[in-house]
């Protein structure tokens, strides 16, 4: 049933946030959580209310979701070569990858694709959606301002009888796009980019100071930064061998 994977959602931020908060790492004050023992038992009464997260729970859950916890939160950023920088790295190490397993067959035939969403023109007065749109404060977590995330919720009732199986999970584009006789110009825009320009493209983004220690402020991203500039050397290396071949 929905209601059951609602709990585990549930379940998972709250033993986020029990964690975090025994390693004195920074969580939100949310007076439930600090005054109930054993508080899955209050679950139904307080993190979900009217079959929707409660608001007080917002920043607690976009926090858990930064840091990996699945939730029903889609990550977003305002800032594109935040965007930029996790599309690259992600084709660049896959890049790296099939050429050490010597798939050098189509490698270059798969698509970059870059999202991009006018947030204030889906958000009208006139045209209200249940879609919303959750910035998490900043100041307590680096990571969150360095990457300047957001997070979208589908703020949508859903029966809590509905079978998990029967349960309707339409992507957002699709959503979006079925709205947009609504709307006299796109608000959901798809970017894509060939992946032979994967290595050079991510060498830019590095360039102009989007990289690992950027995204990720901390000692141990430095050494994740420099793993990526190797990475980016052995991959240019590999396909100036292949084209003297």
């Known amino acids: 049933m929905v209601y059951a994977a609602a709990e585990e959602?549930?379940?998972?931020?709250?033993?986020?946030?029990?964690?975090?908060?025994?390693q004195g790492l920074y969580v939100p004050n949310i007076k439930t959580?600090?005054?109930?023992?054993?508080?899955?038992?209050?679950f139904a009464f307080d993190f979900i209310q009217n079959k929707k997260i409660n608001p007080e729970y917002y920043e607690l859950t976009s926090l858990a979701q930064h840091y990996g916890i699945p939730t029903r939160f889609l990550d977003w950023t305002h800032e594109f070569y935040v965007a930029f920088f996790f599309a690259f790295r992600?084709?660049?190490?896959?890049?790296?990858?099939?050429?050490?397993?010597?798939?050098l067959e189509g490698l270059f035939s798969d698509k970059i694709v870059i999202w991009a969403l006018d947030r204030v023109r889906l958000q009208t007065k006139n045209n209200p959606v249940p879609l919303l749109f959750i910035t998490p404060c900043y100041n307590n977590n680096p990571n969150l301002a360095a990457q300047k995330g957001t997070f979208s919720y589908h703020n949508k009732t859903i029966d809590w009888d509905t079978k998990t199986d029967d349960l309707q999970v339409q992507p957002l584009d699709e959503f979006i796009n079925n709205l947009s006789q609504k709307y006299s110009s796109p608000v959901?825009?798809?970017?894509?980019?060939p992946y032979?320009?994967?290595?050079?493209?991510?060498?830019?983004?590095?360039?102009?100071?989007?990289?690992?220690?950027?995204?990720?402020?901390?000692?141990?991203?430095?050494?994740?930064?420099?793993?990526?500039?190797g990475i980016l050397r052995r991959i240019s290396d590999a396909l100036s061998n292949i084209k003297t071949k």
């Open 196 to 229: 032979d320009e994967v290595p050079e493209g991510f060498v830019h983004i590095i360039k102009v100071g989007y990289t690992y220690s950027k995204i990720f402020p901390g000692y141990a991203s430095i050494c994740k930064e420099l793993e990526d500039r």
């Open 9 to 22: 959602e549930f379940s998972a931020v709250v033993g986020f946030y029990e964690s975090a908060n025994y």
């Open 188 to 193: 959901l825009y798809k970017f894509t980019l």
């Open 90 to 103: 992600n084709a660049v190490y896959k890049t790296y990858k099939n050429i050490n397993e010597n798939k």
């Open 33 to 42: 959580l600090q005054t109930h023992y054993g508080i899955l038992r209050h």
